[in-house]
């Protein structure tokens, strides 16, 4: 990477960082999701974590024991690594976890990521990753309103544009994890999905994302992402989010 566009990427980093500190709706939601994270991978039984394209997100601030990484150096980012190619950065078994917010529909090669973090995972190990997701309902907050690209045809697997952010496919974490089940058990044997739960009705939207900071209070804030955590009726029709948790079979004996 020319130092030119990994000023660009630092800059953007600090940016996308100071937006969620000053979204009080945002941060919170960041939170909560950091939350529903850790759920799926605690620190008692997956000690060595990774989150990939950490960003200007603070999932360190809530588990201060993950290795926070993106594909270029930036405040807050302790390894760069190439979420394509895990292999080259760590040493097969050597992680118990692997996690991203809005991160997988980003990435140029799914099936190298999904290859290699089979490959550094121990066995009972999970990639845990919360991503858009294409409810009935809740998908037309991508198509319609949401303004990164997204495949149609849940058999492509590429992205839209090029880029650490310009590139993007909104519809692939739902094309992969949900909607080609026999194409995913036979690529990638050695990994089983065993959850996608889909939650977060339209509260995203409420904040304005990274784009526009909707100025909700913090007690607001708090009370609605408390709210939409307790009712989860709707979610599986109207969410625009999924936990989706991947894990690594155990060899067979």
């Known amino acids: 990477m020319s130092d030119y566009r990994a000023r660009a990427a630092d800059a953007e980093i600090s940016e996308d960082a100071a937006k969620i500190r000053k979204n009080a709706l945002l941060e919170e939601i960041y ?4 939350r529903r994270i850790l759920e799926a991978v605690p ?3 997956h000690p060595r974590l990774l989150e990939i394209g950490s960003g200007g997100g ?4 809530v ?6 990484s993106d594909c270029v150096a930036g405040p807050g980012i302790s390894k ?7 292999d080259e950065s760590f040493q097969p078994g050597s992680l118990d976890g692997i996690v991203a917010f809005n991160v997988f529909h980003h990435l140029p090669d799914a099936r190298g990521f999904l290859k290699t973090a089979s490959i550094v995972l121990r066995p009972g190990g999970r990639i845990v990753l919360v991503e858009p997701w294409f409810t009935p309902v809740g998908q037309w907050f991508y198509r319609a309103l949401h303004h990164e ?3 149609a045809d ?5 992205l839209v544009g090029e880029g650490r952010l310009l590139g993007a496919n909104s519809r692939l974490p739902t094309s992969v994890f949900r909607d080609s ?3 995913f058990e036979s690529e990638f044997p050695e990994l089983a999905i065993v959850e996608r739960r889909p939650f977060h009705k339209w509260l995203y939207l409420a904040s304005g994302g990274l784009r526009l900071n909707t100025r909700v209070p913090r007690t607001l804030a708090r009370a609605l992402v408390a709210f939409d955590r307790r009712v989860r009726a709707g979610d599986r029709a109207t969410g625009i989010f999924a936990r989706v948790v991947v894990e690594k079979r155990a060899p067979k004996s």
């Open 181 to 183: 089940d026999r194409r």
């Open 63 to 68: 588990a201060p024991h993950v290795v926070t």
């Open 80 to 86: 760069v690594v190439d979420a394509c190619r895990l």
């Open 154 to 158: 849940p058999a492509d697997w590429s």
């Open 149 to 151: 690209p997204w495949r």
């Open 43 to 45: 620190e008692a039984t």
């Open 31 to 34: 939170l909560d999701v950091y």
């Open 58 to 61: 603070f999932f360190a601030r």
